[in-house]
């Protein structure tokens, strides 16, 4: 009931639902806030002596039980809305292929009028067929009442991956006859709809051509639930997850991977869900999900490391929460919501490096910071090579903290020759000292960890699957694999009705279509977006941090925006297809950017943090509208046209 009422007259089925469980939630939380023990607000400060021209390492701020309290309350908030409808549990798991080139099935209905074919083709067992891809269908559908006399139907023809197809048509016959025409064809299930209703026609296997076949074409017919009349995304692939998914299933099945253009830690990340949960739409989505639910507390301390004020690190939380682009990206089965956090990650790690110096930190413990980034840069390109991109930003931030020791050094070297004993600050002949040490071993640490061990971590992802067919795991089959994937991504020549180019994503022109699916009187629809409230504020803040950065030097908007620029300046000089899901990298600076503007015209006066509330409760309020098209919320027509159609470079169907 509260479905129909909220699609006919909200335009979104599923608002008042997930509003009345989010409310619940908040109640909860606000009971649980005052049974908090009060905060001990004293702050410990970092104990140290350098001269005035050396930068003090920063203290990070420990988390408190408040601190906890806004993490759980964000992340369970954001977690119900992200899982909200994911993906159908409903597995689909045998299918039938032929093992030469022309195999026949004849089917009997038990009634003979039908009006439709459904059907669905994943992947078989491609062990078999070593010499072809699969995932295809090529068949002819004969039909007849003796058994004698065939009649060319129709033909079924896809290579979509595990996505429910319909054929119409009008027809009335009593047996039938699928007609494989190549040995590549794979069909997990077929049905007939019976005419005039939404119901599939009793079917049985009659005869085989091939009586020896490993495959039972009874496989076509056991799991007639999961061709939906009307299906949603919920119950199929869509857009990228044809590859992505394929490519997950062969890795949990130990297969051959037919082909794939990413490294595939990401990917095996997606298989484990599918081990989980099996070859289902929640499967092969749930890991996204969940790292990109865990970016939440993630931002949290981030925010909190730069800014050391908890407002500024909800603030971040919460405009993640609502961020269009990281909503709708990590609830689809591809690779970016995984590369995404283990840039956010592994940029974290280093942002706490660049905030210390080692002549006032342990170097144990600036070696610990270094180590944690490293391994998660390793992470991020084992999943995308924008995780190079990242790196870039990493050795940024790394090489200006030594360019700061160094020149701290060479001012403490220049005052020891030119000053008496008595002028000289008690810590300088200490620098003269330990700089060269400890550089020399930051660097061979940083060769370590931030050359060998990703590079490491890169070739043994490789390691639990067969590169290509017939060839086991070796570095030469790595290296080979890795330059055809470059060769790919620089020499395609292809074109898409939702491209983009880089300023169009910070504007938020262009959005990229991902899925539709027209029912009677509502429909189904996917786009990848930006909020626009976030990016357009994000787009001035971002010149302001720029600015600030410049102007005055300012840590914080020095740390962001080299973080920012470095996933986005890359993509200027592409010229192949890209989209806005490209820009999702840059979108945690984009909003710790917002969080800089914010707290920066709040220290200049108070009376802004009104305007500041009121942008943040429209981005809120935006975000609820745009839910429809941006997760696949039943909605209509009339909502999409009148009420988040903007632009008209913006479509959602």
């Keep these: 009931m509260f479905k129909d009422f909220s699609a006919a007259y909200l335009g979104n089925s599923e608002l008042i639902s997930m509003v009345f469980v989010c409310t619940l939630i908040c109640l909860f939380a606000s009971w649980i806030y005052t049974k908090l023990p009060k905060e001990n607000k004293r702050i410990s400060r970092h104990d140290s002596d350098l001269p005035a021209y050396c930068r003090v390492s920063k203290t990070f701020r420990k988390l408190s039980y408040h601190d906890a309290f806004w993490i759980l309350l964000l992340t369970t908030l954001y977690g119900i809305i992200s899982l909200w409808n994911l993906g159908s549990f409903e597995t689909i798991d045998s299918y039938w292929q032929p093992v030469t080139d022309h195999e026949e099935i004849i089917l009997e209905l038990s009634e003979t009028q039908f009006d439709g074919i459904l059907w669905i083709s994943g992947e078989g067992d491609n062990n078999s067929n070593p010499n072809g891809y699969q995932n295809q269908v090529d068949f002819l559908i004969q039909g007849s009442n003796d058994l004698n006399q065939w009649i060319d139907l129709t033909e079924l023809n896809s290579i979509d991956y595990l996505k429910i197809q319909m054929t119409p048509g009008n027809w009335d016959y009593r047996y039938l006859k699928l007609i494989s025409r190549n040995r590549s064809n794979v069909l997990n299930e077929i049905g007939f709809r019976k005419t005039g209703t939404n119901d599939l026609v009793q079917t049985t296997i009659v005869s085989v051509s091939n009586e020896s076949s490993p495959y039972s074409a009874s496989a076509l017919l056991d799991e007639q639930t999961f061709l939906k009349m009307n299906p949603s995304y919920t ?40 081990s989980m949960f099996g070859l289902s739409p929640f499967g092969w989505r749930i890991m996204g999900a969940v790292f990109g639910i865990l970016m939440m507390p993630l931002i949290y301390i981030c925010a909190l490391h730069l800014f050391h004020k908890r407002r500024s690190a909800v603030f971040a939380s919460f405009l993640l929460g609502i961020e269009c682009m990281h909503y709708t990206t990590s609830r689809i089965g591809t690779l970016e919501p995984f590369s995404v956090f283990f840039i956010l990650l592994m940029t974290y790690f280093m942002l706490k490096y660049a905030q210390t110096s080692f002549y006032d930190t342990p170097l144990k413990k600036q070696f610990v910071y270094l180590a944690l980034s490293g391994i998660f840069m390793g992470c991020a390109c084992a999943t995308k090579f924008t995780g190079i991109y990242g790196g870039i930003g990493l050795a940024i931030l790394f090489f200006s903290n030594l360019f700061e020791r160094t020149y701290e050094y060479l001012k403490a070297k220049k005052r020891i020759v030119s000053l008496s004993e008595d002028e000289l600050h008690p810590k300088e002949r200490e620098i003269l000292s330990i700089y060269w040490p400890k550089l020399i071993k930051t660097g061979l640490w940083c060769t370590l960890f931030f050359i060998i061990v990703p590079l490491t971590m890169y070739a043994f992802s490789f390691l639990p699957i ?8 070796s570095l030469k089959a790595v290296y080979d694999q890795t330059i055809g994937m470059y060769n790919y991504h620089k020499n395609l020549d292809a074109t898409h009705p939702y491209q983009s180019v880089w300023w169009q994503w910070i504007l938020d022109i262009r959005p990229i279509w991902y899925y539709v699916r027209y029912n009677e009187t509502t429909m189904n629809t996917i786009s990848a977006m930006g909020n626009p409230i976030v990016f357009w504020t994000g787009a001035i803040s971002m010149v302001w941090c720029f600015i600030d950065a410049i102007k005055n030097k300012s840590h914080p908007a020095v740390l962001i925006s080299i973080c920012y620029l470095a996933q986005l300046v890359p993509w200027f000089a592409v010229n192949r297809c890209i989209f806005i899901y490209h820009y999702y990298p840059s979108v945690p600076f984009l909003i710790l950017g917002i969080v800089y503007a914010c707290e920066s015209l709040l220290k200049k006066e108070k009376r802004y943090i009104k305007p500041i509330l009121i942008l943040t409760f429209a981005a809120y309020i935006v975000f609820i509208l745009f839910l429809p098209v941006i997760g696949g919320f039943e909605t209509t027509n009339w909502y999409i046209q009148n009420i988040v159609r903007w632009m008209g470079s913006w479509y959602f169907g």
Excluded: M
């Excluded at 997950?248 to 869900?273: D, K, N, R």
């Design 235 to 274: 119950d199929e692939t869509y857009f990228d997850e044809i590859y992505h998914t394929r490519n997950a299933q062969e890795i949990a099945s130990h297969q051959h991977l037919y082909a794939f253009v990413h490294p595939l830690f990401g990917t095996q990340l997606i298989a484990i869900g599918i």
């Design 466 to 473: 067969v590169i290509h067919k017939g060839e086991s795991f």
